[in-house]
Structure formats: structure tokens, C-alpha cells
């Protein structure tokens, strides 16, 4: 079982909504990611937070936030969406972000459809 | 700037058959190279993580190998399983990328019974 969960599993909402995914890893450690995963294209890095720092932001529009209160808990705010912003949102953690040694563990992700 | 391929998009076979994936990179300027595998419903999890100085890596049935100056790794499934069925992705650490694995698109794989 992953030590890293989110919530909610599935969400559908108008392009005029605020929601907010949320994510937390039980595994103590100092990094966390936010992907996007579209059909048949390769994962796409969205931002990473190092020690609760954002390190990268790889130029996501600003109707996608990032909140990250501690290194357990990180949050994507979502307002204003695109439906070619429905997608799968996998969260990810690792010992720190600039490691070569270590592999990131990956929650179920969140299925997100924008009507 | 690196990119990832992976062929073919998907693969199925019968139960008991060896396999190999293929994961092709330009850049062979990697700290390492990774195998993920993706379940229906699920998240990602770490396979196989190979170091740039390596040649393979191997675990129960499965066996990954790295040639860096050609940009090939293979992921070897050896006596497959229906229980093998999924989404396998490789993934590399690039020198340039600032730590961010790059990602090829996944080959899906079904074990018929």
C-alpha cells in the first residue's frame, strides 16, 4: 500500500468552480510533486516543493495553485478551469527533491473532468 | 533536450511468454533510468532504478538493462503473468533537467490468460 494518499479520487466540476485536490505521504520526507497525466502522453512535471519551498513552478497557468503547508500535506487549488485541464493529478514524494539515489512514490491520483 | 520513447504503445501476449520493452533516450548524459509500473486506478510504483554506471538491475522475473552510449534500456519479463497486466513507464534523470525526470508515454501490456 503507498504511503502517499489523495483525495478526492474522482472529480468533475464547470469551468467556473473552486476546488481544491489534497494530498498527504506518510513517509517522512522533504519533497513533493505535482504531476499531469493525459491520455498517451508522458507524465508532465507541474511543480515541486523541496522542504516546503516551491522549487519549480514549469510554467503552469495561474488558474492551477500550489499550497504546501508542511513537507507531510500539499494542495492544488483549482479555479477557472479549461476542460483541456481534465486529466489524471498524481502526487509524489521523495527523501528530497535533488536526489539521483532515490525513487519518488506515487499516490492513486485524482481522475478530474471540467464540464 | 532530452526525449523519452517508448515502442510500442502496447503489447499483448499469452501467459507464460518472455518479453522485453523498450525505452529509447536522446541524451545519454543521465544520472539514471527508471521503470515504473502503472495499474488501472492506481498511482505509479518503482520497478527498477538503474545508476549511469550500471548495466542492469534485476528483480524477481524482471531484469532491466542500460546501454547509455546507444540510449537504450530493455525491461525483461521473464514466465509472464496475467497479474503483469499494466502501464510500464520509463522514466530518466537527465544531467540538464534540474532533477526532473523526463518521461516517455508508457507501453500498455496485457497477459492473455
Known amino acids: 500500500e503507498t504511503g502517499v494518499t489523495q483525495t478526492p479520487r474522482h472529480l468533475v466540476m464547470g469551468m467556473t468552480n473552486k476546488k481544491s485536490l489534497k494530498c498527504e505521504q506518510h513517509?517522512?520526507?522533504?519533497?513533493m510533486y505535482w504531476y499531469k497525466q493525459s491520455a498517451k502522453k508522458p507524465l508532465e512535471l507541474m511543480f515541486v516543493?523541496?522542504?516546503?519551498?516551491?522549487?519549480e513552478n514549469n510554467s503552469v497557468p495561474s488558474r492551477f495553485s500550489p499550497e504546501c503547508p508542511n513537507s507531510s500535506h500539499l494542495f492544488l487549488h483549482l479555479h477557472t478551469l479549461q476542460p483541456e485541464d481534465s486529466a489524471l493529478y498524481l502526487c509524489?514524494?521523495?527523501?528530497?527533491?535533488?536526489?539521483?539515489?532515490?525513487?519518488?512514490?506515487f499516490g492513486p491520483g485524482t481522475r478530474l473532468l471540467v464540464l | 533536450k532530452q526525449e523519452v520513447t517508448q515502442i510500442p504503445a502496447a503489447l499483448s501476449v499469452p501467459e507464460g511468454e518472455n518479453l522485453v520493452l523498450n525505452c529509447s533516450f536522446t541524451?545519454?548524459?543521465?544520472?539514471?533510468l527508471q521503470w515504473f509500473r502503472q495499474d488501472p486506478g492506481k498511482g505509479l510504483t518503482s520497478l527498477l532504478l538503474?545508476?549511469?554506471s550500471q548495466r542492469e538491475q534485476t528483480s524477481g522475473r524482471l531484469n532491466a538493462s542500460l546501454d547509455k552510449s546507444s540510449g537504450r534500456s530493455t525491461l525483461y519479463i521473464a514466465a509472464s503473468q496475467p497479474g503483469d497486466s499494466a502501464t510500464y513507464l520509463c522514466?530518466?534523470?537527465?544531467?540538464?533537467?534540474?532533477?526532473?525526470?523526463?518521461w516517455g508515454a508508457g507501453t500498455k501490456l496485457i497477459i492473455k490468460p
Open positions: 509524489a514524494s521523495s527523501a528530497t527533491a535533488r536526489t539521483i539515489q532515490e525513487t519518488q512514490y
Open positions: 513517509l517522512g520526507h522533504n519533497a
Open positions: 516543493y523541496n522542504f516546503k519551498e516551491q522549487t
Open positions: 541524451d545519454s548524459a543521465i544520472y539514471n
Open positions: 538503474i545508476q549511469s
Open positions: 522514466a530518466v534523470l537527465t544531467m540538464d533537467s534540474n532533477y526532473q525526470l523526463i
